[in-house]
Every structure is written in structure tokens, then in C-alpha cells.
């Protein structure tokens, strides 16, 4: 199938095409004014996003839950601006998500981005973090911060992403659903929320399983999740949560080169060296797998003291990994074998201790946050051979035994001034972590050792009213986003732990709008500017492991726009567009200055025209997905992902007997059928950097919730 580029011109067809299908409805009748959503992310307490000086959106429930899977985050994610949200369809190594670049070259979980769930970090605290222990079922609401006001979460936050899930509440409410769709994909859930003796409780539990689109692709999620709400006095509140993630022998079907993407998408990259299955993937020989079991446990308590507030958050669990990856051991001396299983147990806790000040100050409302985050994980790793003998996928022999610690310490002040057309807002956090090795195989040279990172990240934000329907601001910031551990793993000479990695710091500068066009319609725009230094980028790749280094000066610099509509009659839109020029600014090796960022798309957009009854009985939607082409390498030497637009589906119904809820969804994927590269593994040295997307596919659902 011929490969179709998506430009930027194609981009501003859509976007005009959207435009026109909004004017064209002007003259419906009106329907219900846009509220504006308060939010947690950015200021610390509950504030309407329209007079925060930063770009936030807010995904609701209805858009996380209704008519999806509820598997990947990436599912809702793609309808923000500035943020690239690709499921991989490797549930081995979860999804990519980068927030303006930052993130991008991430080759498993989220790096450069901050995940945080119920005000428990996603991200641990050398800043790698994973959306899959993400509750989607339970979602309330997901917010997504981008830009400057990021950076006072600290390392690693080129942007946030925060999940917040539902509290008990009401009547007590048992639900259970039915999902299945193409490649065999289906899920089943059941979850039962209420509230008694003023205790809220929701339990949720979940089993997805499917093939697979790819080869060797197939995986199974399960996953539960606990919440307990109770307030002890009149003015305070205790939150409990728990959550279980276990994931056995999911299928890892690897990259591919560009020839056997163009070959057949689904299919797996083929090892020359294997004389005796010479048409067996790589990843069957290898039989390339990670198995996941992840549980934790939380507690968060507030007291409110007049205007003011306290607030205690703790939190701990553990992490086991076994994962089995693909190298051959015939281009690998014993002296340089890292070993193809890695094997870790992770104890992880953390602690956040906050004081928020309220007074009057100049006329106006001084609010100021002063807080402590702890965060420590401690893991014990071992790697051995993929091999026994003749034989791979086995767990041979020892090469690899340590343990690995990783603390953080940042303490934090926030302080934002209201008073009449002003909103001015300042923070600094100060951020050390440290990361230390102790090396128990030490046959191949001791790698013992430690190093430890600091940095000061001030913030600085103003917004102007200029109308009760338009809103100005400018924003300021800098940041820091150390090496994680794996990329300290391996140094590029083939020695122990690349201590010498630096941090990469940045200065975020970002102006913006935001504007009610009408009662009924609401567009944020915003322009950014991110200068970084020291960037890290991929140094060596191949045998097994990846060594880092750090490279040039880089540039990020571009535009985003989101739109929300009500036309009235029932029908709304969302329009979210993103423009971004991602650029080394200076040349480095092979790289020559002003080459693109690898796994930045130079523009994104999604698109929604929807429409629901007006006793929300029945509802439908068309969606685009729109992407630029793709480098996979910062040579931008080999052949980049083409971009593509697709087109989706989807049709809803509810209905309502007495104490019973059910509702009915059915989703089309990919309408048009377009082969499409999803996402890409930045620097693979073999050439294998392309994850092909699915073409058409399908969904359907039903649920059904008993009230009592």
C-alpha cells in the first residue's frame, strides 16, 4: 500500500474544514454554556483553569470512559494539545508519551514526562515512570500541564499528567462490563462504589487479554484497585488507595527495519544468523517476554485550618520485572555480555508534606504553598544469558548482580497573588538526587559506585484580564531532567556505569490566550520557546544494551491550539493542534546542527465532531487523528515514518429500568484502512526502529450498573 506523507498544509485543511463545520452549525439552537473546569495541577489547590497563567487541559470522565477500551491512556491523551500520547501495541514496554519533544526518545515506560495518580507518583524518582498502573476504569478526570509551570514538579517534568479517580459517593452501585474487538482483543471489569456511614468506598478489578496486531504480541492485564475516602472531622479528610498490576510472560514483539514494515506490518524482523529456522522472527527465537507484578498502597490526609491547609501524603510498594530481550551471543565476548534476562525487585516509598497560607496582601489574595517530596527506590538486579546451550528464551547464566538506590529530596515554595485583573504566581523547588551501586559481580570489573545531581528550579508567571472572556498570560521557567537509572546502566566504551552523565537543563518561556469566543465556545492558545542544554541522547546500541551521552544545545519552539464547542442540537466539537520545530542547535558526531529531534512529529492534530440525543440516550462521533512524518535517528539519515491522517468511529447508547444503568458502545478504528508507522524506537542500532500501527480494527461494549 502506497505510503501517504501528512504536511503541515494538510494539517490547515483540517483545521479549516473544522472551522467550517462550526460555522455552518452557528445558527443551531444555543445549547448549555461551557463551564470552566477547576483544577489541581499547576497552582497545588482547586483553581479555574481559565485564570491559571499555563497550558492545562482536562480530559473528563465521559471522554476517558465512554466508548473505549480503558486500557492505555493513550486512548484519551490524544486529544491534547503539545502532547504525543502512542500506543505501541507492546504491552511489554508501554506507552511513549512526550509532552513538546520532551519524552520522545524513550525506548520503554515514560521518561521526561510526570505521572501522577491520586497524588501518588506514576514516575519513579529517577524520573522513569509507567502509565500502566494507570486505573482508567475508575477515572474521574485526567489533567495534563505542559510548559513552564511543569517544571515545579521538579526532575523530569517537561509536562504532567495527572489521574484522578472517582470517590465513593451516593448509593451504594455494583457495575460489570463486556469488551471485545479485532486480534482478539477483550476485557472484562466489575467494579462496586458507594457510600456507608460516611465512608466512601470503590472496588474495581479488571482482566484484559489479547493477541496482539503484531507478531508476538499477545499479553494479559490484570488489574485492581481500592479506595477508601472518610472524614475524621468536620474539616478534614482522609484518603486510602491500593493498587495491584500483574502482567505474565506479555509478548514483546520488538522494532522492525523498513523493509519488512513495508513487507508486512504485522510481521516480525526475521535473524540472519539463524541457519536452522532461517523465516523464524527474532523475537520467537529469542522468545523476547517481560513479566510485571506491581503493588502499592497510599494515604493522603488534609486538614483545613480556616482559609488554610495541611496536607500529608505517603506511599510505598513494590516492583518485580523479569524480562527476557534479544541479543546474539555470537557477537558478544564474556567480558562484554550484559546478559539478555534482567531480573529486578524494586521496594519503592515516598513522602509529601505541604502547608498552604492564604492572607491579604496589597488588596488582593496572597496564597502560598511551602512543601517537602521525599522519594526513594531500592532494587535488587540480577541479568543472565537468554541461552542455555543451543537453546534461547531460557535463563542461563549469571552475568549481572547488584543493587541499585535512588533517593530524591526536594523541597518546595509556591505563592500566587490575586487581585483584581492580576493573577502572579512564583515558585522554586530545589531538587538532589542521588544514585548509588553496589556491584556483587565483580568478575568483569567492579562498577561500585554512586553519583549525585542537584538542581534550583524557579517559575515565574503572570496573566492579565483583559474581559470577563479573555484572559492573557506569559510564563518562565527552568528545568532539569536527570539520567535515569537504565540510561546510567551501560557507558559507551563498554564499562560499567556511565557516572558521568550530566543533567540536561532547560528555559521554558511560553505566552498564551485563552478566550470564550461565545457562552458555548472556548479556545486556549499558547506560543513556547524551550532552549536545552547538554541533551541526552543515545550514544552506542546493540548486544543487548544502550549507553547515553550527552550531546548539543537543542531548540524547541511552537505553537498549540485547542478549541471546545456546543453547537446546540445536540452537537460539540474539540479541535487540538500542535505545531512544533524540535532542532539541534549545534552538531555533534554525525549530527548536523538543525537536524530534527527524533520521535518529534513536526505537527499533530485531533479532531472531534460529536452529537448526542437530548436525553443522552444515543450518541456518535467522528474523530481524526492527523501526525507528521517521524525521525527515528539523529542523523535523520534513515528512512523517517511517514505522517498520516485517520478517521474513527463511534456509536453510543444508554438506557435506564428502574435501579438499572446499561449502556452499549461500538468503535471503528482506522476507517480508511491506512497502514501507518505508530510509533518509532529512537537510535536502535540494528535498524529496527519501526512499531506499525493497526489498521481498520473494531471495538464493541456493554455495561451494565445496578443501583440499590
Not at 504491552?91 to 520503554?108: E, M
Not at 531460557?394 to 515554595?413: A, C, I
Not at 507528521?628 to 429500568?657: E, S
Amino acid at each position: 500500500m502506497k505510503q501517504h506523507p501528512f504536511r503541515l498544509n494538510d494539517i490547515a485543511t483540517l483545521f479549516a474544514l473544522s472551522a467550517a463545520g462550526m460555522a455552518a452549525a452557528a445558527d443551531a439552537p444555543a445549547s448549555a454554556p461551557l463551564a470552566d473546569v477547576v483544577v489541581i495541577s499547576g497552582s497545588r489547590v482547586e483553581h479555574g483553569s481559565f485564570d491559571l497563567p499555563a497550558a492545562i487541559d482536562v480530559l473528563d470522565a465521559a471522554r476517558i470512559r465512554d466508548g473505549q477500551l480503558r486500557v492505555n491512556a493513550s486512548e484519551s491523551l490524544s486529544a491534547v494539545p503539545g502532547l504525543v500520547a502512542q500506543n505501541r501495541q507492546n504491552y511489554a514496554q508501554d506507552l511513549q508519551i512526550s509532552s513538546r519533544g520532551f519524552g520522545a526518545r524513550s525506548a520503554f515506560g515514560v521518561r521526561g514526562v510526570r505521572l501522577i495518580a491520586d497524588g501518588i507518583p506514576a514516575t519513579m524518582p529517577d524520573g522513569q515512570g509507567q502509565a500502566a498502573t494507570f486505573n482508567l476504569d475508575m477515572a474521574e478526570r485526567i489533567e495534563v500541564l505542559r510548559g513552564p509551570f511543569s517544571a515545579i514538579y521538579g526532575n523530569h517534568s517537561g509536562g504532567t499528567v495527572q489521574l484522578f479517580t472517582r470517590d465513593g459517593q451516593g448509593r451504594p452501585s455494583v457495575e460489570g462490563s463486556v469488551i471485545g474487538g479485532s486480534n482478539s482483543t477483550r476485557k472484562v471489569d466489575v467494579n462496586a462504589q458507594g457510600e456507608a456511614n460516611g465512608i466512601g468506598y470503590v472496588i474495581d478489578t479488571s482482566r484484559f487479554e489479547t493477541d496482539g496486531y503484531r507478531a508476538h504480541s499477545a499479553a494479559t492485564r490484570d488489574q485492581g484497585f481500592a479506595k477508601l475516602t472518610l472524614a475524621p472531622t468536620s474539616t478534614s479528610k482522609l484518603t486510602l488507595t491500593a493498587s495491584a498490576l500483574s502482567q505474565d510472560d506479555t509478548q514483546d514483539p520488538l522494532g522492525v527495519t523498513w523493509a519488512t514494515y513495508q513487507r508486512d506490518p504485522r510481521a516480525g524482523e526475521t535473524d540472519a544468523t539463524d541457519t536452522q529456522t532461517p523465516k523464524r522472527s527474532i523475537a520467537d527465537r529469542y522468545n523476547t517476554r517481560k513479566s510485571i507484578d506491581h503493588k502499592q498502597v497510599g494515604a493522603a490526609f488534609e486538614q483545613r485550618l480556616g482559609d488554610d491547609r495541611v496536607r500529608a501524603m505517603v506511599y510505598g510498594g513494590n516492583r518485580q520485572v523479569i524480562q527476557y530481550q534479544a541479543f546474539s551471543k555470537f557477537v558478544q565476548t564474556p567480558a562484554s555480555q550484559s546478559g539478555g534476562v534482567v531480573d529486578f525487585d524494586r521496594d519503592f516509598y515516598g513522602a509529601d508534606i505541604n502547608w498552604l497560607s492564604v492572607r491579604s496582601m496589597a488588596g488582593g489574595k496572597l496564597s502560598t504553598t511551602i512543601g517537602i517530596d521525599y522519594g526513594r527506590s531500592s532494587d535488587q538486579r540480577q541479568g543472565y544469558e537468554n541461552f542455555v546451550g543451543n537453546q534461547f528464551g531460557l535463563q542461563g547464566k549469571l552475568r549481572r548482580d547488584e543493587s541499585n538506590t535512588v533517593s530524591s529530596f526536594d523541597p518546595y515554595v509556591q505563592s500566587e497573588w490575586q487581585g483584581g485583573d492580576w493573577v502572579l504566581t512564583a515558585g522554586l523547588r530545589h531538587s538532589r538526587m542521588k544514585v548509588s551501586v553496589d556491584d556483587r559481580f565483580v568478575s568483569n570489573g567492579n562498577d561500585s559506585g554512586g553519583v549525585s545531581y542537584r538542581h534550583t528550579t524557579p517559575m515565574l508567571g503572570a496573566l492579565y484580564k483583559i474581559s470577563p472572556t479573555i484572559n492573557v498570560y506569559a510564563s518562565a521557567a527552568r528545568g532539569f531532567e536527570t539520567p535515569t537509572l537504565n540510561e546510567l546502566f551501560y557507558s559507551g566504551a563498554g564499562a560499567g556505569f556511565n557516572f558521568a552523565l550530566k543533567p540536561a537543563t532547560s528555559t521554558h518561556v511560553e505566552a498564551g490566550v485563552k478566550a470564550y469566543i461565545s457562552s458555548n465556545t472556548r479556545i486556549n492558545g499558547a506560543l513556547f520557546h524551550v532552549k536545552t542544554s547538554d541533551e541526552l541522547v543515545v550514544d552506542i546500541a546493540g548486544g543487548g544494551r544502550t549507553s547515553y551521552r550527552n550531546a548539543s544545545e537543542t531548540l524547541r519552539k511552537g505553537a498549540e491550539v485547542s478549541l471546545d464547542s456546543n453547537f446546540g442540537a445536540g452537537f460539540s466539537a474539540r479541535l487540538a493542534l500542535t505545531a512544533l520545530n524540535a532542532t539541534y542547535q549545534q552538531g555533534f558526531g554525525n549530527v548536523a546542527a538543525g537536524n530534527r529531534l527524533p520521535g518529534v512529529p513536526k505537527a499533530n492534530l485531533f479532531g472531534e465532531l460529536a452529537w448526542k440525543s437530548s436525553d443522552d440516550g444515543f450518541g456518535a462521533a467522528l474523530e481524526t487523528i492527523a501526525s507528521g512524518k517521524v525521525y527515528a535517528d539523529d542523523a535523520n539519515a534513515d528512512i523517517a515514518a511517514p505522517g498520516y491522517a485517520i478517521l474513527n468511529a463511534r456509536f453510543q447508547a444508554k438506557q435506564a429500568f428502574g435501579g438499572w444503568r446499561l449502556k452499549q458502545f461500538v468503535r471503528l478504528n482506522n476507517l480508511s484502512d491506512r497502514r501507518h508507522v505508530g510509533s518509532v524506537i529512537v537510535g536502535d542500532a540494528n535498524k529496527r526502529f519501526y512499531e506499525a500501527a493497526p489498521q481498520r480494527n473494531w471495538l464493541a461494549g456493554v455495561s451494565a450498573q445496578y443501583v440499590f
